[in-house]
């Protein structure tokens, strides 16, 4: 019998850039449905986020989300990871949410039938069958955000990265991303800088300078992690900032 895929695998990944190792042997083997990935400004967390995703290439190791090697076959990868970045305007093209959706389905191989299709069940699985032809400047960031989930939901992704999507949103829109987000039963890898929204979750990795500082239950690594980032916040001192 062959070995059951494992969700996310990362063996030693390494990436340089312009003479800059960014990241150092991070490994990580996955089945979790939440993991978090903490750590301070400029560690590596985006730059993981984006080794993940496939849409940077390391120079060592390898990463495999679902059995995909998400660097070398991207076409799998876009059925595999989907990524939610800080800012959608940064991730939005098109003038229409229904053109938006479909980009990536397109991109995917679909037919015409089949991306109509997807687009439409999407729509309507968040109750927003009437923005197939909304103007996406119209909408406010918070439904920017939205379409941006619902666009990377419509390829049916394994897995799905967080890139602090919170981050520029009121407390009431994000509550209401977050509630679509925990009725997914896609695993979702949450980047963020607070520990205490993660206590639930299934596994954490803290990244210091490029590196895994600690891996293993969300619990103990956010307490971990809080513990030292106090301690170097009390110092008055800013010769210490990373990156
Ligand atoms: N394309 C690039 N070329 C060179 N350096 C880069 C590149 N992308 C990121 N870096 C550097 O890599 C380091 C890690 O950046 P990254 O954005 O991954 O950190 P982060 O943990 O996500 O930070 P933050 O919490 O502030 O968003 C930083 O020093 C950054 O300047």
């Given amino acids: 019998m062959s070995k059951p895929l494992t969700l996310i695998e990362l063996d030693s990944v390494d990436l340089e850039i312009d003479g800059k190792q960014l990241l150092r042997g991070v490994s990580l083997q996955s089945d979790a449905q939440r993991i978090a990935v ?26 495999r989300i679902a059995g995909v090697d998400v660097a070398r076959d991207r076409r799998g990868a876009l059925g595999a990871v989907g990524i939610l970045f800080q800012n959608p305007d940064h991730q939005i093209i098109f003038p229409t949410v229904g053109e938006e959706l479909a980009f990536g389905l397109k991109q995917m191989g679909l037919g015409k039938a089949e991306v109509a299709d997807r687009v439409s069940q999407t729509l309507e699985g968040f109750g927003k ?3 197939l032809d909304a103007a996406i400047h119209q909408l406010s960031q918070g439904q920017k955000q939205l379409v941006c989930l619902m666009a990377i939901l419509a390829m049916g992704p394994k897995v799905i990265i967080l890139d602090e999507p919170f981050a520029g949103l009121d407390i009431p829109t994000s509550m209401h991303l977050e509630r679509a987000l925990s009725k997914l039963e896609t695993a979702l890898v949450h980047i963020t800088h607070d520990p205490q929204t993660i206590l639930s979750y299934d596994h954490a990795i803290w990244i210091e300078a490029g590196k895994v500082e600690m891996q293993g239950s969300a619990g103990e690594v956010a307490s971990a992690f809080e513990m030292a980032m106090r301690k170097l916040g009390e110092r008055d001192d800013f010769a210490d900032l990373s990156g």
């Avoid at 903490?38 to 990463?63: E, Y």
Wanted: hydrophobic share 40%; proline share 3%; glycine share 20%.
């Fill in 38 to 63: 903490m750590g301070r400004n400029g560690s590596g967390k985006t730059t993981l986020a984006r080794v993940m995703a496939g849409l940077q290439v390391p120079n060592g190791g390898a990463v």
């Fill in 129 to 131: 069958a009437s923005w």
